[in-house]
């Protein structure tokens, strides 16, 4: 009788690091699932200068604030502010995925 006790409760904690490990697996898909998504908004972008959602002026008076830099060629600061934008995205996204994450567990 007390090994089939012992038994159930291996079980059970098996069963919660499972659950969290499928938890895990789902925020690192769907990480991918954003990375590839913007992969393929890049490769189909034509003007990147016309879809941007933060303003490059910010980003070129953040890094002109570094004293090695003097100029800042136009294609380089609508790059930045893209990878800028990316960065935001995903750190939302994965702050996102952690809170929902805690809220299931707890409720």
């Given at each position: 009788?007390?090994?089939?006790?012992?038994?159930?409760?291996?079980?059970?904690?098996?069963?919660?690091?499972?659950?969290?490990?499928?938890?895990?697996?789902?925020?690192?898909?769907?990480?991918?699932?954003?990375c590839?998504?913007?992969?393929?908004?890049?490769?189909?972008?034509?003007?990147?200068?016309?879809?941007?959602?933060?303003?490059?002026?910010?980003?070129?008076?953040?890094?002109?604030?570094?004293?090695?830099?003097?100029m800042?060629?136009?294609?380089?600061?609508?790059?930045?502010?893209?990878?800028?934008?990316?960065?935001?995205?995903?750190?939302?996204?994965?702050?996102?995925?952690?809170?929902?994450?805690?809220?299931?567990?707890?409720?």
């Amino acid at each position: 009788m007390e090994n089939n006790s012992e038994q159930s409760t291996v079980n059970a904690g098996q069963l919660v690091g499972v659950g969290q490990l499928n938890i895990e697996k789902n925020k690192q898909e769907q990480v991918k699932m954003f990375c590839t998504e913007k992969r393929r908004e890049m490769e189909n972008v034509n003007d990147l200068k016309n879809n941007l959602l933060l303003p490059p002026i910010r980003i070129n008076k953040i890094t002109k604030k570094d004293e090695d830099i003097r100029m800042i060629v136009v294609e380089s600061s609508v790059l930045l502010t893209k990878i800028c934008e990316f960065f935001i995205q995903e750190l939302t996204l994965c702050f996102w995925l952690n809170a929902s994450s805690m809220y299931f567990e707890e409720g």
